[in-house]
């Protein structure tokens, strides 16, 4: 077997050393990106879009049942 097919390896001193480092960091906090113009526009519109569509489908099925 070829020793880069062999995931039973032994780790590397230098993935060593990177694990260490990366282990003691603190995580950085996420934030969220603003939304601004047109893309505000389009969600705006997908949530009309859900409404209008959970209300059509509200009076589909309450005259379905009749």
Do not use: C, N
Not at 16 to 39: C, N, S, V
């Amino acid at each position: 077997m070829h020793p880069k097919e062999d995931f039973r390896s032994e780790a590397t001193p230098e993935f060593l050393a990177f694990l260490e480092e990366e282990i003691h960091q603190e995580p950085k906090p996420l934030t969220r990106a603003p939304i601004r113009g047109g893309i505000q526009i389009a969600f705006w519109g997908l949530r009309t879009y859900i409404v209008i569509m959970l209300i059509m489908v509200a009076i589909g099925f309450t005259r379905g049942m009749h």
